[in-house]
């Protein structure tokens, strides 16, 4: 998890764990939300918050005084929704900081509940905040517990019911129209701006590459918003459309990587979206719903190493992409540029106050640091940083080290002082 990337400036580095020749990748897949679209997480995480709580209020629970607390969660956090914890693992899955509720855990507290344990993320009992989208359901799960605990909620309720009524009100919040059309009807207060992303975009296309949409947003949203980010980058004339090859929305991820669904056509007739069952090959001028990763790979004659996936998702865009079809991966993390900044400058402690770096935990890797070194084959803080190199750029992993390496001159020290001081920040 080192950059092999020397251009300017280098927190916005492409940095590689396992070797790409990007001369080789005949297709770049990408998602929308968080990836080709970046937003303004608070303004958003906030909202949906807001709309949670709000629905949890209509449902006669007194919570109307909750606010969204963007300090509380980070991505790459674990929520223990057997104790009602919030926790920071290590590579190992071994817990090194943890609140209960919003509260931090004392040092006995968290020994006692954690000492013998390990943490696999295939058991139901974890859940991996994935995505900047997760930082909402987080935070009010914390603030519920705090007042499950004090006798505030209807009940009787467990922890484990908590969350799954969190998480169904949150699943609500997505798909009802509302949140979104209000995003869309107001998109510069959510959305970052990035004018290269399409230019990315495009230099990749006139170097000859597939370029495919795949996105779990519905067409009523993608449309607006990639009108939005993209058409007015753009060489006059030209909009997002006729950027991509295939555009896929309602995708279903992950299950759209591993079962095969029924593809549709999205038919727009009078300003409604209709489907149409389709079959045979895929027309570029369509937008298409559902569907499959092997029917895609049918339609593009390409095998899975020659596929590129950009996504923003550690599970649904990157682990599964790669786990069960050995595409090439690549894992948008923004929050790479704060970190970068903050371990060149040794201020880890600056950033994030609680939880401090994302791919730390104490004087080792994170948890999430783990999860990007096996399944994203690189990572990079956003897409416009494919214009730092070239499309036919070859990356280039840099040489494992293991605790017997000996120094190299300039390197990475191999040991610590014993007073916790190593090569890199620690919280
Ligand atoms: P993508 O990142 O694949 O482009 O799209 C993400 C989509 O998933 C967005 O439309 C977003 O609103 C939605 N989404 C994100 N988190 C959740 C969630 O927890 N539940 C549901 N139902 N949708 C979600
Ligand atoms: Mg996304």
């Given amino acids: 998890m080192r950059s092999q990337y020397s251009g300017p400036p280098p927190e916005r580095g492409l940095f590689c764990n396992r070797t790409l020749n990007m001369r080789a990748i005949k297709a770049v897949g990408y998602d929308m939300d968080y990836t080709l679209i970046h937003y303004r997480v608070e303004a958003w995480e906030r909202r949906a918050y807001e709309y949670i709580r709000d629905r949890l209020v209509e449902q006669g629970w007194p919570v109307a005084d909750l606010t969204f607390d963007p300090m509380l969660a980070i991505r790459g ?19 090194k900081k943890a609140l209960h509720g919003s509260k931090p855990m004392d040092f006995d507290a968290q020994r006692e509940a954690y000492n013998r344990t390990i943490i696999d993320l295939a058991d139901r009992r974890w859940v991996f905040l994935n995505t900047l989208f997760s930082l909402s359901e987080a935070c ?19 922890y484990v019911d908590l969350y799954e009524h969190v998480r169904k009100n949150l699943d609500a919040t997505h798909m009802q129209g509302r949140l979104k059309a209000e995003i869309i009807a107001d998109p510069e207060r959510y959305v970052i701006d990035d004018p290269e992303t399409p230019l990315a975009l495009l230099d990749q296309k006139s170097a000859g590459k597939k370029l495919l949409l795949i996105t779990n947003s519905e067409w009523a949203y993608t449309e607006p918003m990639m009108h939005f980010a993209f058409d007015k980058h753009l060489p006059d004339g030209m909009t997002w459309r006729q950027l991509f090859d295939v555009v896929i929305v309602s995708a279903r991820k992950p299950e759209f990587f591993t079962t095969r669904s029924t593809l549709f056509e999205v038919v727009e007739a009078n300003g409604e979206a209709l489907l149409r069952p389709h079959s045979g090959p895929l027309n570029r001028s369509k937008p298409y719903f559902g569907g499959s990763a092997l029917e895609l790979e049918r339609h593009l004659g390409l095998s899975g190493d020659e596929i590129l996936y950009v996504g923003d998702h550690m599970f649904g865009d990157v682990h599964v992409t790669k786990n069960v079809l050995r595409w090439r991966t690549a894992l948008i993390l923004r929050e790479l540029e704060d970190e970068v900044r903050a371990i060149a400058a040794f201020r880890a402690t600056e950033i994030r106050i609680h939880w401090g770096l994302l791919t730390r935990a104490g004087n080792d890797k994170s948890h999430l640091a783990r999860q990007v070194e096996r399944y994203a084959d690189i990572y990079t803080s956003r897409v416009s940083n494919f214009l730092f190199a070239t499309p036919f750029v070859y990356l280039r992993s840099p040489r494992g080290s293991l605790p017997h390496d000996p120094s190299l001159p300039g390197g990475t020290p191999v040991f610590t002082t014993g007073d916790g001081a190593g090569s890199v920040p620690t919280e």
């Fill in 77 to 95: 956090l674990i929520i223990d929704t057997a104790k009602g914890n919030l926790l920071k693992a290590n590579r190992f899955g071994f817990v």
């Fill in 140 to 158: 009010i799960y914390a603030q519920l517990v705090d007042r499950l605990d004090a006798g505030q909620l209807p009940g009787p309720m467990g």
